[in-house]
């Protein structure tokens, strides 16, 4: 069974670079064809796909916010982190680290395994 757990500051300020790592446990992050993604939900809003960081490495950001974003990860200890930086109360959001593949022939992404998500606040 795959786990993730989000860890970080619950709170940020405004110009600051948010910071959070998401541990993998049973299974690998170098594992083939699985992606490692981030995802938020800011208050009364929907979810939003942030970006992800492959299993080979590579990685992918949603365009709005590719110039403040940085997925990398430690592929020794299971471990992905995102850093998003510049933040604004805009920023404010639970994030999850969700576990991603591909599958069938429209190439459909799956998000299938979750974190519990972690609530983070952007105020001075």
């Known amino acids: 069974q795959v786990q993730l757990q989000e860890s970080g500051p619950g709170l940020v300020k405004p110009s600051q670079t948010l910071s959070l790592t998401c541990t993998v446990s049973g299974g690998s992050i170098t594992t083939n064809y699985y992606y490692w993604s981030w995802i938020r939900q800011p208050p009364g809003k929907g979810l939003e796909w942030i970006g992800y960081?492959?299993?080979?490495?590579?990685?992918s950001y949603i365009p709005s916010l590719k110039s403040r974003t940085s997925i990398s990860r430690d592929t020794s200890k299971d471990k992905f982190t995102l850093q998003l930086s510049s933040v604004t109360p805009e920023d404010t959001a639970v994030y999850y680290c969700?576990?991603?593949?591909?599958?069938?022939?429209?190439?459909?992404?799956?998000?299938?395994?979750w974190g519990q998500g972690t609530q983070v606040t952007v105020s001075s």
């Open positions: 960081i492959a299993y080979s490495g590579s990685t």
């Open positions: 969700v576990r991603t593949y591909y599958t069938g022939s429209y190439y459909t992404r799956v998000y299938d395994y």
